[in-house]
C-alpha cells in the first residue's frame, strides 16, 4: 500500500469513529446532566466535518501534476489544515461561551455513570491519537497530524470532563459548576493545541525550511552517487505528502557535459528511489575546481 492510499484508509477510520463518539458523548451528556460531554459531543462533531475536508484535501493532493499544476496539488494540504484549525478554534470558542452561559445559571449535578462513558472514550481517542498521528509521520501529512491532534484534543476534553464531573460528585452540593468549569478549560486547550498544528502549516505554505534530517540524508545518499565529489546547496520545500528538491552537486571539473548530464540523472534516480517521498528532484552540477576557488 503507497502513502496516498495508507493516508486515506487513516483519514476513514477517524470520520467513522467520531461520528460514532458525537453520538455516545450526546446522548450520554443529555441523559447524564453533564455540560462537559455535551461540550465534548460539539468537539466531537466538528471533527467529523474536519476529517471529510481532510478526506478532501488528501484526494485533491494526490492527483497528478498537470500544465496548470506542474508541480503536483498537494499544496491544498496545508490550507486544509488552516480550515481544520478554524473548526477547531470555532469549536473551542463554542464551548467557552456556552460553559460561561451555564455558570451564571443553576446546574443539576451530573450523574454517576457517565465517568464510565468518558472512561471508555478517553482510552478509545488516545488509541485513535496514536494510530493516526504513526500515519501522519510515515505519509509525511500535515493535514493527516491536524486530523490525530483533533483525537488528543478531544481526549483533553474528555479528561476535564472526567476531572469535573469526579469534582462534582465528590464534592457534592455546590460544586455542580466544576463540570462548566473543565468544559472551558478543556476550551483552552484545544485553542493552545490549534496553534501546535496551524504553525508548521504555515512553514509548509511559506516554504520554510524544517527537514534538517530529509537533508543530513539527501547529502549522505548523494555522494553514494559514482562521479559524486560532494554537495553544495539544498533547498527542500514540501507540497503535501511530497518533497521538491533543488540540489548542488559537485562533480569532476574536467569531465564532459554530456558526462555531467548522466551523473545528474543517475543522481536524481538515485535519492527518488532510496528516500521515500521525494517527487521533483533538480539537480545542478557544480565543476569542483570553481567551489574550491
Known amino acids: 500500500m503507497n502513502t496516498d492510499q495508507k493516508a486515506i484508509r487513516t483519514i476513514y477510520f477517524?470520520?467513522?469513529?467520531?461520528?460514532?463518539?458525537?453520538?455516545?458523548?450526546?446522548?450520554?451528556?443529555?441523559?447524564g446532566n453533564s455540560y462537559a460531554l455535551?461540550?465534548?459531543?460539539?468537539?466531537?462533531?466538528?471533527?467529523i466535518f474536519a476529517s471529510l475536508l481532510v478526506l478532501f484535501g488528501l484526494k485533491y493532493a494526490i492527483r497528478p501534476a498537470d500544465d496548470n499544476h506542474p508541480y503536483g496539488h498537494g499544496k491544498i494540504e496545508p490550507l486544509i489544515t488552516f480550515i481544520v484549525v478554524a473548526f477547531l478554534v470555532t469549536s473551542a470558542t463554542l464551548i467557552a461561551y456556552e460553559g460561561i452561559q451555564n455558570l451564571q445559571s443553576q446546574q443539576e449535578m451530573p450523574s454517576s455513570w457517565t465517568l464510565l462513558v468518558l472512561g471508555g472514550i478517553i482510552a478509545w481517542k488516545e488509541i485513535s491519537y496514536r494510530?493516526?498521528?504513526?500515519?501522519?509521520?510515515?505519509?509525511?501529512?500535515?493535514?493527516?497530524?491536524?486530523?490525530?491532534w483533533h483525537h488528543r484534543s478531544d481526549a483533553i476534553t474528555s479528561v476535564m470532563a472526567f476531572l469535573g464531573i469526579s469534582i462534582a460528585l465528590i464534592g457534592g452540593e455546590g460544586y455542580e459548576k466544576a463540570d462548566d468549569w473543565a468544559a472551558i478549560l478543556a476550551a483552552a486547550f484545544i485553542l493552545y493545541n490549534s496553534y501546535l498544528i496551524f504553525r508548521p502549516a504555515l512553514g509548509e505554505i511559506m516554504d520554510e525550511h524544517r527537514y534538517d534530517d530529509l537533508l543530513a540524508e539527501i547529502r549522505k545518499k548523494a555522494v553514494e552517487v559514482q562521479g559524486i565529489l560532494d554537495t553544495e546547496k539544498c533547498y527542500i520545500r514540501k507540497a503535501g505528502m511530497k518533497y521538491h528538491v533543488d540540489l548542488h552537486a559537485i562533480v569532476d571539473?574536467?569531465?564532459?557535459?554530456?558526462d555531467g548530464h548522466e551523473i545528474a540523472h543517475r543522481l536524481k534516480d538515485y535519492l527518488v528511489a532510496k528516500i521515500p517521498n521525494l517527487e521533483h528532484v533538480l539537480i545542478h552540477i557544480e565543476p569542483e575546481e570553481v567551489i574550491e576557488k
Open 253 to 258: 571539473g574536467e569531465i564532459s557535459v554530456r
Open 131 to 148: 494510530v493516526v498521528i504513526k500515519k501522519s509521520k510515515e505519509t509525511h501529512s500535515s493535514s493527516l497530524k491536524a486530523d490525530a
Open 14 to 31: 477517524s470520520i467513522i469513529g467520531n461520528t460514532c463518539l458525537a453520538l455516545i458523548k450526546g446522548l450520554a451528556g443529555f441523559f
Open 38 to 47: 455535551i461540550a465534548d459531543a460539539i468537539e466531537s462533531t466538528t471533527d
